[in-house]
């Protein structure tokens, strides 16, 4: 290996891992404000590409039937627990959150399958197809069980995500995908070519990381959402509703993990299972910020991709095996810095 | 149903299954042997998740690294399968051990997502090593022989995966009913308590952990001599969440609930592989999965608890006879009355800026009752934690019958003859009275995991069971030894810490607010119980906040306010005192 | 009519009963205090009127029977706890703290800020440390931010539990001069405390706590020269 190809490979490792930076600091937002691990997030990623990929075809997505059937559950689940409660007075309330809003973009799919939107409205209406899934499974799946471990949220979370890329399959088929290219250029910067895509993949990475910042650091929302997710009780004596916290946060998300999609559509071919490969490495990343630290966490993602772009340069059979190996060294750090707090009395 | 019953319709079931293969199809004879097989790996997680609360996703690569273990040698190499056997079991166990090794300090979930991690990198090593056929897999292994008979039909091999299964699942029901066994169940309410018993929780962990791995390995080794072909598929993650599956569906924890879970999941498998094409003919591949994973999921949020405790409330209880009469376990020599047993020499402890406890000095005398007073607040608790080992002071020393135990950890301090309590009770519910007095014998005996899976722990367990037998009767809850701990009033359960401390054989018992909480009549009893501990020469420290309880009881009482030490003495002289007055009633002067 | 009427309340936490069977009433603009030892019940009595643990009983806030309603709902409606362990979001800076306390109220920016400089201006610490996180405080700064938090919200009713916990003589003096000062403001505070004597000095009315049930109550005049109160925090005495 030269220095040309070593340059060349840290580009491509930079770009894989800013996605992964996206994704896992998704993960850790959603983790911190929910305890929930949500490890069908990468399905979330691979969903959004598809999605992408049909509307290019001029084909109404999966993405489409997948949001109505988790509408109609999340909905009638909430609609008899609210009837439950006596609380019949928010069912109107109920109906629009649950029913209506998640349906819009699903409808204007639908509507317009088979004429090809304009570049930015289709990326728009892939992220609004895309959003409503997180929110919804967090409805049907988590909330019923708000108050469980976080193991037990962990479990659940694995089992849903095979539900998950069970359901990519039966929505979106067995054929991969690959966009056409957002950019379409290349530059040389000192001597080493530099795709369009890798740029506007790290711009992109950098531009939502920034707004991520903005929010949890300027507007009321994002401080009570940093305020859930430091303490619990604390936020709730303020009158912040945990699940509306967690709702935001599903949401915030999403809207990272629909970016991540989008920008890795044209680089690789995504599967309806991709998504939990991208998904794993991008938690490489999240744990090696230890599940908290939103900069540790994308230094770790970082990581994950340059040493992935070498791994599969070395042997690209075992790159995937080299990239959890990594994990090894990792906790064996992590379980020396990591204070833990104990989980008491389980049973 | 009555104890006959029960015994009678157990013997049925064994009969009808060791008779199976005189009776059943082919068919029906291999769902049962996959069942066998699958158990072994559910039998696994009951002992790792259901009794010592760890979650693994990693028990199919488990069974995977044995599978291949014995492909290799006994189809490409060409030996003896049974040499592939101690081939797997040692190559398991290794990986085993490394992987937890890293991991399980860190426990909770961190153990739960590396184990997807590295099952996943387990998984993608079989698929991409030449030498082990790559995503095709290994062919053409030999059948397990037994005594120049070759296990070759379903019917033969059949009685070899159900008398391993049945031979692991005693060994297992032995070692949950032993000493290590306790301490593993015990393990899953969190460190704290275990390790102010002196149990190594961090050496516990590994051990099951390994075993855990060991019973895939078993079934893996079983599985690939069974369809006599290995490839990767059957060794993925989604078959590490199916295992995880049957282990919680038929109730982790017990040990029947995984043979049950094993059955209902493979049962439910070959049900749905019959219905779904039938309703949706070109995806029933995908929907299989869908159904399984959303039944997960709608188990795991209604009906955790699993099958065998639903069933459980109509066998009756087996009727557990009292511990017999047995030698007594050895005992510390008591130190002589009245000379200076722990001595606290300035101990100061800092969080950050805050001093929580400040320069404070006093002496426990052998053979008293010393109380630690003062108002919410004062440093008590801190204090309390430096003395067992929580907390490292910040300065100071503490020295204990000439020893000097500053900064040593809880394990060690409870090595020392400190048995402690906690202000909030730390019992395990849902083990009986006499099992949690019995995690107090811990460090007063010796059967490791071997002697107890094998049932050689008998003689000592039989005098660990007359010591916890006897310290219950001393705290007036010899009743009803095999009640669960959970059922008991606070009054009691503060006072089966108590037992479950003198079970350790104490020199000084340690107690944290043990009156909080209680009615009057509790606390009159509890005062009782310790006049009677101290008339028998213990040496009792305890933290409380209630005056009243602590006037008529101890001999000195050490008063502390804002951290420091207020004032130290007979309690007629410290209640005169204006300032414990003023430090209880406040003021605003 | 009564602000606050809490009526024959009992909290239970599996087969233990630390809150039995207890009744009392806030007026408008009246500071009310319970007082009683650690351990009777008084902390489980607060958590259970802002409904963060299940209670038998009623619980009636300005009219409206809110018994059913949850947490969020009735901060809403004006209730404000400062808990015994304050809950200060630690990794927060002092200004976002406050800016959280008035989390749900919807008089806009302006009307915020002017809380946020009438807050200032009661604890002159806490603008010098704004920008601070809260998690560095010192003990009393810790505790006036409780307070100033709970005060952003502008609420009808304040409820404190053990305000002077941990605090040495002279900050516990000066929060209970600031508590004293708030009645000026017309808002209605329940005090639990420990520290019998500072919390009868601030408040008209009190009510003592044993053992999960309420013993005596009457105005504060009476009960800080009543020997049973003696009694009931040293033990002994003329109650046996």
Not at chain 3, 175 to 195: D, M, R
Request: proline share 4%; with cysteine; hydrophobic share 50%.
């Amino acid at each position: 290996m030269n220095a040309q190809i070593a340059a060349i490979l840290a580009i491509d490792g930079i770009a894989s891992g800013a996605i992964y930076v996206l994704i896992a600091i998704g993960f850790v937002l959603i983790f911190a404000v929910t305890r929930i691990i949500f490890v069908p997030f990468g399905d979330i990623t691979a969903f959004t590409a598809l999605t992408l990929a049909s509307l290019e075809n001029k084909q109404m997505p999966g993405t489409v039937g997948m949001v109505a059937v988790l509408a109609v559950m999340a909905t009638l689940m909430e609609v008899f627990s609210l009837w439950r409660k006596g609380a019949l007075g928010k069912i109107p309330a109920a109906l629009f959150f649950y029913l209506a809003l998640p349906l819009i973009p699903a409808a204007i799919a639908w509507a317009t399958a088979g004429t090809l939107l304009p570049t930015p409205l289709r990326l728009l209406l892939t992220v609004a197809v895309i959003l409503p899934i997180a929110p919804l499974l967090n409805r049907i799946v988590y909330q019923p069980i708000a108050d469980a471990t976080v193991l037990l949220l962990l479990i659940v979370s694995v089992a849903l995500h095979f539900a998950m890329s069970g359901l990519g399959l039966l929505f979106f088929g067995p054929e991969g995908v690959r966009t056409q290219s957002l950019v379409d250029f290349t530059t040389f910067i000192a001597g080493t070519p530099v795709s369009g895509q890798a740029m506007l993949i790290l711009g992109s990475a950098i531009f939502f990381s920034f707004l991520l910042y903005l929010f949890f650091n300027f507007t009321l929302y994002g401080k009570a959402l940093h305020a859930t997710a430091i303490n619990r009780t604390g936020a709730r004596l303020m009158g912040i509703r945990p699940q509306q916290a967690c709702t935001i946060a599903f949401l915030l998300g999403s809207v990272l993990a629909a970016v991540s999609g989008i920008l890795i559509a044209p680089v690789n071919t995504i599967f309806y299972d991709s998504g939990f490969l991208i998904g794993l490495k991008s938690f490489v990343g999240a744990i090696i910020g230890g599940m908290v630290s939103f900069p540790v966490t994308a230094i770790g993602s970082m990581f994950v991709g340059i040493l992935e772009g070498f791994a599969a340069f070395l042997s690209s059979p075992f790159k995937d095996v080299i990239v959890f190996s990594i994990l090894i060294p990792v906790l064996l750090w992590r379980s020396y810095t990591l204070v833990h707090a104990e989980e008491e009395d389980e049973e | 149903m009555s104890r006959q019953i029960t015994i009678a319709i157990g013997a049925v079931a064994l009969l009808a299954l060791l008779g199976a293969p005189l009776y059943l199809a082919p068919f029906s004879i291999t769902l049962l042997n996959y069942i066998g097989v699958y158990s072994l790996v559910a039998l696994g997680l009951v002992l790792l998740t259901g009794n010592a609360g760890m979650v693994s996703f990693g028990q199919a690569s488990f069974m995977g690294v044995a599978a291949y273990a014995t492909a290799w040698t006994s189809s490409v190499m060409g030996f003896s399968p049974w040499l592939g056997l101690i081939l797997a079991l040692v190559a398991t166990g290794l990986i085993a051990a490394i992987l937890g090794a890293v991991t399980l300090r860190l426990g909770g979930h961190f153990l739960s997502l590396s184990t997807i991690a590295w099952g996943l990198a387990i998984y993608f090593s079989f698929g991409n090593i030449p030498g082990l056929g790559a995503f095709d897999g290994l062919s053409s292994l030999p059948p397990i022989s037994i005594g120049g008979i070759a296990l070759v039909d379903s019917g033969q091999i059949f009685y070899m995966i159900w008398g391993t299964l049945l031979l692991t699942m005693l060994a297992i029901h032995n070692l949950l009913d032993s000493r290590v066994g306790r301490a593993l169940r015990a393990l899953r309410g969190g460190n704290t308590l275990v390790e102010s018993l002196g149990v190594n929780a961090l050496q516990i962990r590994l051990v099951t952990f390994v075993i855990a791995a060991l019973c895939a390995a078993l079934s893996g080794w079983l599985y690939a001599h069974m369809g006599r072909f290995v490839s990767p598929t059957p060794f993925d993650v989604t078959m590490s969440i199916i295992f995880l599956m049957m282990a919680m569906i038929g109730g982790s924890g017990y040990l029947l609930g995984a043979v049950l879970g094993a059955a209902i999941i493979i049962l439910l498998k070959n049900g749905i592989q019959d219905v779904l094409p039938k309703i949706a003919p070109g995806s029933s591949g995908q929907l299989e999965v869908v159904v399984f994973a959303s039944l997960f999921i709608l188990f795991l949020q209604r009906a955790r608890n699993g099958i065998v405790p639903f069933i459980a409330q109509w066998i009756p209880e087996p009727r557990r006879e009292r511990p017999p009469q047995a030698e007594l376990l050895p005992r510390q020599p008591q130190p002589a009355k009245e000379t200076a047993l722990m001595q606290v020499d300035a101990v100061t402890r800092r969080f950050g800026g805050l001093i929580a406890v400040n320069d404070v000095s006093f002496d426990v005398r052998a053979g008293e009752i010393l109380a630690l007073i003062g108002p919410n607040g004062a440093g008590k608790t801190t204090m309390f934690n430096v003395i067992t080992g929580a907390l490292r002071p910040s300065a100071g020393r503490i020295t204990f019958a000439g020893k000097d135990i500053t900064g040593a950890n809880a394990a060690k301090i409870a090595a020392a003859g400190i048995a402690r309590t906690f202000q909030h009770v730390k019992l395990r519910p849902k083990m009986t009275l006499i099992d949690n007095v019995l995690l107090g014998t811990y460090g007063r005996t010796k059967a490791g995991f071997i002697r107890s899976a094998l049932r050689l722990d008998r003689a000592e367990e039989a005098r660990a069971r007359h010591e916890a037998m006897r310290q219950l009767e001393r705290v007036g809850l010899g009743d009803r030894p095999y009640e669960l701990a959970g059922n008991l009033p606070l009054g009691n359960q503060r006072v089966l810490e108590i037992a479950r401390a003198l079970a350790a054989d104490p020199v000084l018992l340690v107690l944290d607010e043990p009156a909080a909480g209680l009615r009057r009549q509790e606390k009159l009893a509890l005062a009782e119980l310790l006049r009677t501990l101290r008339a028998e020469g213990l040496t009792i420290l305890l933290v409380e906040h209630d005056m009243d309880f602590v006037m008529g009881l101890v001999d000195r009482i050490v008063v502390m306010e804002f951290g420091c030490k207020l004032c130290e003495g007979e309690p007629a002289k410290v209640r005169a005192d204006a300032r414990v007055q003023e430090a209880y009633l406040g003021g605003v002067a | 009519m009564a602000l606050l009427s809490i009526q024959n309340v009992s909290v239970s936490y599996g087969k233990a009963e630390a809150v039995r069977n207890v009744s009392l009433e806030v007026d408008r603009g009246q500071i009310v205090t319970v007082i009683g030892p650690n351990g009777a019940g008084k902390t489980s009595l607060l958590t259970s009127v802002i409904g963060m643990i299940p209670a038998a009983g009623r619980v009636i806030f300005d009219g409206t029977d809110i018994t059913a309603l949850p947490t969020e709902d009735r901060i809403e409606m004006g209730f404000c706890l400062v808990p015994e362990r304050r809950e200060l979001f630690a990794d927060m800076s002092v200004y976002d703290n406050l800016l959280l306390g008035a989390y749900t109220r919807r008089d806009g920016s302006a009307a915020i800020k002017a809380s946020m400089e009438e807050v200032y201006g009661r604890f002159p610490r806490l603008r010098e440390r704004r920008a601070q996180k809260a998690g560095t405080l010192s003990g009393g700064e810790r505790q006036m931010l409780a307070l100033g938090r709970a005060l952003m919200a502008k609420p009808k009713l304040l409820m404190l539990d053990e305000p002077s916990l941990g605090l040495a003589p002279l900050i516990t003096r000066e929060i209970f001069k600031i508590i004293a000062s708030l009645h000026e403001t017309g808002v209605s505070i329940l005090l639990v405390e420990q520290n019998a004597r500072a919390a009868l000095e601030t408040a008209g009315f009190g009510y003592v706590m044993e053992t999960g049930e309420i013993v005596h109550s009457g105005s504060s005049a009476t009960l800080i020269d009543d020997p049973r109160l003696i009694s009931t925090y040293l033990g002994g005495g003329a109650s046996h």
